[in-house]
C-alpha cells in the first residue's frame, strides 16, 4: 500500500540558511499534518492543512511557512535557521479531519543545521 | 488544553516477563493512540482506541482505554528483544484540529 513520501530524507544546512521539505500523503487523503521531534522529545504538531487550507497551527515559529497544494502535496518553508531547527520533521496524513481514520507518519526528514 | 502523561520514561525488562505502560491524560479526547518508534525512524501505528473499554491485541501487545479514569495501558507480554523500541501514546480532539498530542514515550529495552 502506498505510504507518505518526504523529501529529502535527510537535509544539511548552515545557520541563517533556508530549507524547504516537502510532503507527499497518501492517495486520496486530504489533511496532512507537520511534527517536529527533537532528540529524545515526542513529537510536537506544527501545521495542518484540510482540503488545502490551514486547518491548526502550533508551535510553529514564525520563521517557518507551510502550504498545501492543489495536488495535496504539502511543503514546510524554513527561513534563517537556528541550531535549534535540527530535528526530525514528520508529515502525517489521514483522510477526511474529523473521523475515526489514524494518522499516518511519513518516515521524516533528517534536518542538521551546523 | 490536552495533556498527556505516560509512565514509566524507561523500562527495561528481561525477555519472556510482562509489563504494563500507562497513559494518562488530561481531558476529554476521541481518540487515543499508540505508536511505535525505532532510533532515527518513523513513527509506526499500532493502535487506535475509540471508546470506554476497548481492548485490541496484536501479538505480545495489548492496549486498553478506559475513558473515565482517563487512562490507557499497553501490556507486554513475554517480552521478545524484537520489540525494544519507544512507545508513544497520544490523544486527539476534534475541536482542536485532530492534532496528536503526544506522551513523553517510553523507552523500552528488553533484554536477552
Known amino acids: 500500500a502506498a505510504g507518505v513520501i518526504q523529501s529529502p530524507r535527510h537535509l544539511i544546512k548552515e545557520k541563517r540558511e533556508t530549507a524547504t521539505l516537502k510532503c507527499y500523503p497518501i492517495p486520496r487523503h486530504d489533511t496532512v499534518y507537520w511534527y517536529q521531534q527533537g532528540p529524545g522529545q515526542d513529537p510536537q504538531f506544527l501545521i495542518s492543512?484540510?482540503?488545502?487550507?490551514?486547518?491548526d497551527k502550533g508551535s510553529i515559529p514564525d520563521r517557518f511557512s507551510a502550504q498545501q497544494f492543489s495536488d495535496y502535496h504539502s511543503e514546510l518553508n524554513m527561513s534563517s535557521l537556528e541550531l535549534g531547527d535540527s530535528a526530525l520533521y514528520f508529515c502525517?496524513?489521514?483522510?477526511?479531519?474529523?473521523?475515526?481514520?489514524?494518522?499516518?507518519f511519513g518516515p521524516g526528514t533528517r534536518l542538521t543545521v551546523l | 488544553e490536552l495533556k498527556v502523561e505516560q509512565n514509566p520514561l524507561f523500562l527495561s525488562m528481561q525477555e519472556g516477563k510482562n509489563y504494563t505502560i500507562y497513559c494518562n491524560y488530561s481531558t476529554t479526547s476521541d481518540r487515543l493512540y499508540w505508536y511505535r518508534q525505532d532510533p532515527g525512524k518513523s513513527l509506526e501505528s499500532l493502535f487506535v482506541?475509540?471508546?470506554?473499554?476497548a481492548v485490541k491485541q496484536e501479538g505480545r501487545l495489548m492496549a486498553s482505554l478506559d475513558t473515565k479514569a482517563r487512562l490507557s495501558t499497553l501490556h507486554i507480554t513475554a517480552a521478545v528483544h524484537d520489540l525494544s523500541a519507544t512507545y508513544f501514546c497520544a490523544v486527539d480532539r476534534m475541536e482542536y484540529g485532530n492534532k496528536l498530542v503526544f506522551g513523553a514515550g517510553t523507552i523500552l529495552r528488553v533484554k536477552s
Open positions: 492543512f484540510y482540503e488545502k487550507m490551514q486547518s
Open positions: 502525517a496524513s489521514s483522510s477526511e479531519q474529523g473521523t475515526t481514520d489514524t494518522q499516518y
Open positions: 482506541l475509540l471508546s470506554n473499554g
